[in-house]
């Protein structure tokens, strides 16, 4: 049955995400990102990351995406017009570029690089005493730092965003205020 | 209620998480939409997400889950920041295509 | 048949059919008191307004709903000529959704929940935060400027009053140490985390109604306003959808209230096994409140509610973690006298933001100066 699940949400993942990537309206493809981001929280939930998936919902499908809606909204765009023959030309190398690599990646993998030295969190450990409780012990304990640090980047990118989207006052504003 | 049964081997999952992040890699070469590219950027942050969360599974480690709260914590401030970059540049260029953003000029 | 009785044996496919007889009760209960609670909205707001409701459908006007139904399956549907028809179609399905969604974690009795997930408080976050997909999309899809305003300014409120009323979860969180709802009430049989967190429970009602899009935060949508807001452009049962969606909102937000705050299904003199009863006695009188401080008080200006969702609630918010974090490492032990310190504390924070806020969210006296400055 997880195998099911899995072939389920990963058709979605790679079919939206292909979408994203191949239609023309930007709307279109924020909403289909959407559905990839759902998927892949799903996809974590088959993994029994319970914490991580539903914060993929909450931060990246909840929030980041709105963002992005409300910035397409704002800038009122109209369906992508992509002709002409340079356009013809990278689209054949951006695909024969992606599809080279991929060809590379599966030939160069090697399944005993994926085995490596087993934690201590098995799945039984982890289900006893559930996913968030033992995912915030870690935090709080290991990752105490990178964990506060992140509060630093998160004050940073709030001032930076306030201030870079207020824009510049044009000289005419300058002069009435 | 018990946990789920035995999945698909890790590689699967690493395949899925390549197949994603190529797809990433091909939005932002091909499309010259900003917002485009950039959502195809967070399409490649979620892939190896993906990948972090299939090896803390697999390797019975909860690194893997800590390490994508940080992820997704830096890919939320850098849309922020970079969003508000694209409205200030749309506010001067009156275009996001980033062909057309060619002259420092402004 | 003898295939589904093999299929019946497996504990997992037990499992899933339960769970799927659980959800069609959920489902049909809800969209009955969905109908219900309009009905009742339009009584209370009749005498609230010193008039009798409506009173001419059935007995008591017990009908009304069956016939609003009925009208709406019969109105003529249009779709504005250049709207984009895939999300003008589903935008009103995406208003439901989540809320139904959200409905499956509520514990209604001692062992009454569809499904115990031991991250439940996050669901609910994760689904109200998607709730503001419907709006948005429906105003832009509508291709109507007061919509797309009304869309984007509601969805702004929305997303602004999110943060406080995650934050505003936090308390009873750490309270009971687990974000399982069944746990959280499990965690109350005692003392209900009211007392303890008043001012949690009172930032967590006001940022329902913003929420909800409910006054006094319903600027969006205001007939007076915007038009109509959001939804200026649907009609007939996409109409409904977006109603219905609204209402079930509010019955899922209060429902979690209960959970969160109420103490669920417990109380006194009845047997455990009838919780339910109690759960929804708690849930009836919230519904009562919310329908209540509608029709009572004025609406908001969009520039005093978003300064006093930022300015005031989410400050509040933050300190009320900070002062449950710090009351909880001097008083671990569950019981009254912690009880009764973080209510005190809580009334010294609710005391400092009622003398803050009148600097903090610009009041009539401040536009008419800044208009005459200009």
Same mark, same amino acid.
Request: net charge positive; proline share 5%.
């Given at each position: 049955?997880?195998?099911?699940?899995?072939?389920?949400?990963?058709?979605? !993942?790679?079919?939206?995400?292909?979408?994203?990537?191949?239609?023309?309206?930007?709307? %279109?493809?924020?909403?289909?990102?959407?559905?990839?981001?759902?998927?892949?929280?799903?996809?974590? !939930? /088959?993994?029994?990351?319970?914490?991580?998936?539903?914060?993929?919902?909450?931060?990246?499908?909840?929030?980041?995406?709105?963002?992005?809606?409300?910035?397409?909204?704002?800038?009122? !765009?109209?369906?992508?017009?992509?002709?002409?023959?340079?356009?013809?030309?990278?689209?054949?190398?951006?695909? &024969?570029? &992606?599809?080279? !690599?991929?060809?590379? &990646?599966?030939?160069?993998?090697?399944?005993?690089?994926?085995?490596?030295?087993?934690?201590?969190? %098995?799945?039984?450990? /982890?289900?006893?005493?559930?996913?968030?409780?033992?995912?915030?012990?870690?935090?709080?304990?290991?990752?105490?730092?990178?964990?506060?640090?992140?509060?630093?980047?998160?004050? /940073?990118?709030?001032?930076?965003? /306030?201030?870079?989207?207020?824009?510049?006052?044009?000289?005419?504003?300058?002069?009435?205020? | 209620?018990?946990?789920?049964?035995?999945?698909?081997?890790? $590689?699967?999952?690493?395949?899925?998480?390549?197949?994603?992040?190529?797809?990433?890699?091909?939005?932002?070469?091909?499309?010259?939409?900003?917002?485009?590219?950039?959502?195809?950027?967070?399409?490649?942050?979620?892939? $190896?997400?993906?990948?972090?969360? $299939?090896?803390?599974?697999?390797?019975?480690?909860?690194?893997?889950?800590?390490?994508?709260?940080?992820?997704?914590?830096?890919?939320? $401030?850098?849309?922020?920041?970079?969003?508000?970059?694209?409205?200030?540049?749309?506010?001067?260029?009156?275009?996001?295509?980033?062909?057309?953003?060619?002259?420092?000029?402004? | 048949?003898?295939?589904?009785?093999?299929?019946?044996?497996?504990?997992?496919?037990?499992?899933?059919?339960?769970?799927?007889?659980?959800?069609?009760?959920?489902?049909?209960?809800?969209?009955? *008191?969905?109908?219900?609670?309009?009905?009742?909205?339009?009584?209370?707001?009749?005498?609230?307004?010193?008039?009798?409701?409506?009173?001419?459908?059935?007995?008591?006007?017990?009908?009304?709903?069956?016939?609003? *139904?009925?009208?709406?399956?019969?109105?003529?549907?249009?779709?504005?000529?250049?709207?984009?028809?895939?999300?003008?179609?589903?935008?009103?399905?995406?208003?439901?959704?989540?809320?139904?969604?959200?409905?499956?974690?509520?514990?209604?009795?001692?062992?009454?929940?569809?499904?115990?997930?031991? *991250?439940?408080?996050?669901?609910?976050?994760?689904?109200?935060?998607?709730?503001?997909?419907?709006?948005?999309?429906?105003?832009?899809?509508?291709?109507?400027?007061?919509?797309?305003?009304?869309? =984007?300014?509601?969805?702004?409120?929305?997303?602004?009053?999110?943060?406080?009323?995650?934050?505003?979860?936090?308390?009873? @969180?750490?309270?009971?140490?687990?974000?399982? =709802?069944?746990?959280?009430?499990?965690?109350?049989?005692?003392?209900?985390? *009211?007392?303890?967190?008043?001012?949690?429970?009172?930032?967590?009602?006001?940022?329902?109604?913003?929420?909800?899009?409910?006054?006094?935060?319903?600027?969006?949508?205001?007939?007076?306003?915007?038009?109509?807001?959001?939804?200026?452009?649907?009609?007939?049962?996409?109409?409904?959808?977006?109603?219905?969606?609204?209402?079930?909102?509010?019955?899922?937000?209060?429902?979690?209230?209960?959970?969160?705050? =109420?103490?669920?299904?417990?109380?006194?003199?009845?047997?455990?096994?009838?919780?339910?009863?109690?759960?929804?006695?708690?849930?009836?009188?919230?519904?009562?409140?919310?329908?209540?401080?509608?029709?009572?008080?004025?609406?908001?200006?969009?520039?005093? =509610?978003?300064?006093?969702?930022?300015?005031?609630?989410?400050?509040?918010?933050?300190?009320?973690?900070?002062?449950?974090?710090?009351?909880?490492?001097?008083?671990?032990?569950?019981?009254?006298?912690?009880?009764?310190?973080?209510?005190?504390?809580?009334?010294? @924070?609710?005391?400092?933001?009622?003398?803050?806020?009148? +600097?903090?969210?610009?009041? +009539?006296?401040?536009?008419?100066?800044?208009?005459?400055?200009?």
């Amino acid at each position: 049955m997880t195998v099911a699940l899995f072939a389920v949400f990963a058709t979605v !993942l790679v079919a939206s995400s292909l979408m994203v990537v191949l239609h023309r309206h930007p709307v %279109t493809c924020a909403l289909f990102l959407v559905l990839a981001f759902c998927s892949l929280a799903a996809l974590y !939930l /088959v993994l029994q990351a319970q914490f991580v998936a539903l914060v993929q919902i909450l931060v990246y499908a909840g929030a980041i995406m709105v963002l992005f809606l409300f910035v397409l909204m704002y800038l009122n !765009l109209k369906r992508d017009l992509e002709e002409g023959l340079h356009h013809q030309v990278r689209r054949v190398i951006g695909w &024969g570029m &992606g599809g080279l !690599l991929l060809v590379e &990646g599966v030939l160069l993998f090697r399944p005993e690089w994926a085995v490596g030295p087993l934690g201590r969190e %098995t799945p039984q450990a /982890v289900h006893a005493a559930g996913n968030t409780e033992m995912v915030g012990r870690l935090l709080y304990s290991r990752y105490l730092f990178p964990f506060e640090l992140t509060s630093l980047v998160l004050l /940073v990118a709030m001032v930076g965003a /306030v201030v870079i989207g207020k824009g510049r006052r044009r000289r005419g504003d300058e002069e009435a205020a | 209620m018990t946990p789920l049964p035995a999945g698909p081997p890790l $590689a699967w999952y690493l395949g899925l998480s390549a197949v994603v992040f190529l797809i990433g890699v091909v939005g932002v070469l091909v499309r010259r939409n900003a917002l485009i590219i950039f959502m195809s950027i967070e399409l490649m942050l979620n892939a $190896a997400n993906l990948a972090f969360v $299939a090896f803390s599974h697999y390797l019975h480690s909860l690194d893997g889950q800590i390490f994508v709260f940080f992820v997704m914590t830096v890919a939320a $401030a850098e849309v922020a920041v970079g969003l508000a970059i694209i409205v200030n540049l749309f506010r001067l260029r009156e275009t996001v295509y980033v062909d057309e953003v060619n002259i420092l000029k402004g | 048949m003898g295939a589904l009785a093999r299929l019946l044996q497996q504990p997992d496919a037990r499992f899933v059919l339960l769970a799927l007889l659980k959800i069609v009760a959920i489902l049909f209960g809800l969209l009955t *008191v969905v109908s219900y609670l309009i009905y009742l909205e339009r009584k209370i707001a009749g005498h609230i307004q010193a008039r009798p409701g409506p009173n001419r459908v059935g007995p008591l006007g017990l009908l009304q709903p069956a016939a609003d *139904v009925l009208k709406l399956f019969f109105k003529e549907e249009f779709v504005p000529a250049e709207a984009n028809k895939v999300v003008f179609h589903i935008a009103p399905m995406l208003a439901v959704i989540p809320a139904l969604i959200s409905f499956s974690v509520v514990p209604m009795g001692p062992a009454i929940t569809v499904t115990d997930v031991n *991250v439940g408080l996050l669901v609910f976050l994760s689904m109200s935060s998607l709730g503001v997909y419907a709006i948005t999309l429906g105003g832009w899809s509508s291709n109507n400027k007061y919509a797309l305003l009304g869309g =984007l300014r509601s969805s702004a409120q929305m997303v602004s009053y999110e943060l406080a009323m995650g934050m505003s979860t936090i308390g009873p @969180l750490l309270l009971a140490g687990s974000l399982s =709802l069944v746990g959280i009430v499990n965690a109350q049989r005692a003392i209900p985390f *009211v007392v303890h967190q008043p001012l949690a429970f009172l930032i967590f009602m006001i940022t329902a109604l913003a929420e909800t899009n409910r006054a006094p935060f319903d600027l969006p949508e205001a007939e007076s306003e915007l038009v109509a807001g959001f939804h200026t452009e649907y009609s007939s049962m996409k109409w409904g959808f977006f109603f219905l969606g609204e209402y079930a909102n509010i019955i899922v937000i209060s429902a979690i209230a209960v959970t969160l705050f =109420l103490g669920g299904w417990s109380g006194p003199w009845l047997p455990e096994s009838l919780g339910f009863v109690w759960f929804f006695a708690k849930l009836g009188v919230l519904l009562f409140v919310f329908m209540w401080v509608r029709w009572t008080f004025p609406r908001f200006r969009y520039d005093q =509610l978003m300064a006093f969702g930022w300015k005031v609630l989410l400050p509040l918010a933050l300190a009320n973690i900070l002062a449950t974090s710090a009351l909880l490492f001097f008083i671990p032990a569950p019981g009254w006298r912690q009880a009764w310190a973080m209510f005190a504390g809580s009334a010294a @924070l609710f005391a400092l933001a009622v003398a803050l806020s009148p +600097r903090l969210v610009p009041s +009539r006296v401040d536009l008419l100066a800044r208009r005459e400055a200009a």
